[in-house]
């Protein structure tokens, strides 16, 4: 791999409207002062309401497992919801302002008992667990409420990822619409497939797997380039894959995959969560020994509620993005929309993938 500076806008393959700006020159991009502060690593802290033992000092629990006995995971309904069930109506604003009712439920889901465990140290039946534990409450909201469009399931880790609470936790917050970054998603992967009659993230996976592909000329069949595409791979397991975005908007962004077309994270078995998790724990140990001490956040993107129509089921395919906060966003960034990435997304998938993982 050459070290050459890029500075190129890269389209995002999915979502066409949005775009990043790779730009690996030294210096163009506002770092953090300050090494991330040391992870607390107590297993239990006292004064946390999130510890065991401490459940008094949160609301009651909504869910739980196991049922009985001592939890290994545990949900409780956030105390400061952003959506909730607890409001009127909102009045008819004149003009041209409109307002949606800011209506649903916002759920903590404490991923672990161990108050200072970091992802890659949780067991993988734990983490399996952790997915099967996602898709039961989505499962149950989703039956018990019918204004619900759309769950988002999410982590903040880390106070430069927005992490309040040190005790390693998820979010589930579910609204009654369907957020933009979801709705663009599967409108514009509705779109490729009406063109080509493929999902598009099954192209992306196949091409980021394919080892090598040769350009031959058109006309006389000479061969023109040989192309390595399988530099984008950082992590494959059975039937999950865990791929860096050619148009990656953070430096270490990563997403996971099924290999298999699946479209609707609600389907997905214990058997895909058993290798789901293998290659989310190996994928955050690669992360923590490249990028160190990690803050970051991860998210779930998957089919919106009651779009099972086949052509949705087809066109789109969920997975999990996992952004690291390595840098704060500048006002560029804002006001353009146009994130911008100094590593070349090749190479940080190289220095990825280099890291020798202990089984
Ligand atoms: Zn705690
Ligand atoms: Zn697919
Ligand atoms: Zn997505």
Same mark, same amino acid.
């Given at each position: 791999?050459?070290?050459?500076?890029?500075?190129?806008?890269?389209?995002?393959?999915?979502?066409?409207t949005?775009?990043?700006l790779?730009?690996?020159?030294?210096?163009?991009?506002?770092?953090?002062?300050?090494?991330?502060?040391?992870?607390?690593?107590?297993?239990?802290?006292?004064?946390?309401?999130?510890?065991?033992g401490?459940e008094?000092l949160?609301?009651?629990?909504?869910y739980q497992?196991?049922?009985?006995?001592?939890?290994?995971?545990?949900?409780?309904?956030?105390?400061?919801?952003?959506?909730?069930?607890?409001q009127?109506?909102?009045?008819?604003?004149?003009?041209?302002?409109?307002?949606?009712?800011?209506?649903?439920?916002?759920?903590?889901?404490?991923?672990?008992?161990?108050?200072?465990?970091?992802?890659?140290?949780?067991s993988?039946?734990h983490?399996?667990?952790?997915f099967?534990?996602?898709?039961?409450?989505?499962?149950?909201?989703?039956?018990?409420?019918?204004?619900?469009?759309?769950?988002?399931?999410?982590?903040?880790?880390?106070k430069?990822?927005?992490?309040?609470?040190?005790?390693?936790?998820?979010?589930?917050?579910?609204?009654?619409?369907?957020?933009?970054?979801?709705y663009?998603?599967?409108?514009?992967?509705?779109?490729?497939?009406?063109?080509?009659?493929? @999902?598009?993230? @099954?192209t992306?996976?196949?091409?980021?797997?394919t080892?090598?592909?040769?350009?031959?000329?058109?006309?006389? *069949?000479?061969?023109?380039?040989?192309?390595?595409?399988?530099?984008?791979?950082?992590?494959?397991?059975?039937?999950?894959?865990?791929v860096?975005?050619?148009?990656s908007?953070?430096?270490?962004e990563?997403?996971?995959?099924?290999?298999?077309?699946? *479209?609707?994270?609600?389907?997905?078995?214990?058997?895909?969560?058993a290798?789901?998790?293998r290659?989310?724990?190996?994928?955050?140990a690669?992360?923590?020994?490249?990028?160190?001490?990690?803050?970051?956040?991860?998210?779930?993107?998957?089919?919106?509620?009651?779009?099972?129509?086949?052509d949705?089921a087809?066109?789109?395919?969920?997975?999990?993005?996992?952004?690291?906060?390595?840098?704060i966003?500048? *006002?560029?960034?804002? *006001?353009?929309?146009?994130f911008?990435?100094?590593?070349?997304?090749?190479?940080?998938?190289?220095?990825?993938?280099?890291?020798?993982?202990?089984?």
């Open positions: 791999m050459d070290n050459a500076n890029i500075r190129e806008i890269r389209i995002d393959p999915i979502v066409p949005q775009s990043v790779i730009s690996t020159a030294r210096g163009n991009r506002p770092r953090r002062d300050e090494a991330p502060p040391a992870r607390d690593e107590r297993a239990f802290v006292e004064t946390c309401p999130f510890c065991r401490n008094d949160t609301p009651p629990v909504a497992v196991p049922a009985r006995d001592e939890w290994e995971i545990r949900v409780v309904k956030n105390p400061f919801p952003i959506l909730a069930d607890d009127l109506p909102p009045g008819l604003p004149p003009g041209i302002q409109q307002v949606i009712e800011g209506y649903g439920h916002h759920e903590v889901i404490i991923d672990h008992f161990n108050h200072g465990i970091a992802l890659h140290q949780f993988e039946r983490l399996a667990l952790l099967t534990v996602y898709r039961d409450r989505m499962r149950f909201l989703y039956n018990a409420d019918p204004r619900i469009k759309y769950i988002l399931v999410f982590k903040n880790f880390g430069s990822a927005g992490g309040s609470m040190a005790h390693t936790h998820s979010q589930l917050i579910a609204m009654p619409i369907v957020p933009h970054n979801v663009d998603e599967v409108q514009s992967s509705l779109l490729f497939y009406k063109k080509s009659g493929a @999902c598009i993230f @099954c992306l996976i196949n091409e980021a797997m080892l090598e592909t040769t350009a031959y000329d058109r006309r006389d *069949g000479e061969k023109l380039q040989n192309y390595e595409t399988a530099k984008y791979l950082v992590e494959r397991g059975r039937k999950f894959v865990a860096k975005p050619f148009a908007r953070y430096e270490w990563v997403h996971i995959l099924p290999m298999e077309h699946q *479209g609707n994270f609600l389907e997905a078995g214990a058997d895909d969560f290798d789901l998790a290659v989310l724990r190996r994928t955050m690669r992360l923590h020994a490249v990028v160190g001490e990690l803050q970051y956040n991860y998210f779930l993107h998957t089919l919106p509620h009651q779009e099972n129509s086949s949705f087809d066109s789109f395919h969920w997975h999990l993005e996992i952004c690291p906060r390595t840098s966003p500048s *006002g560029f960034e804002l *006001g353009s929309g146009l911008v990435n100094s590593i070349s997304p090749e190479e940080a998938a190289a220095k990825l993938r280099r890291v020798v993982i202990e089984d």
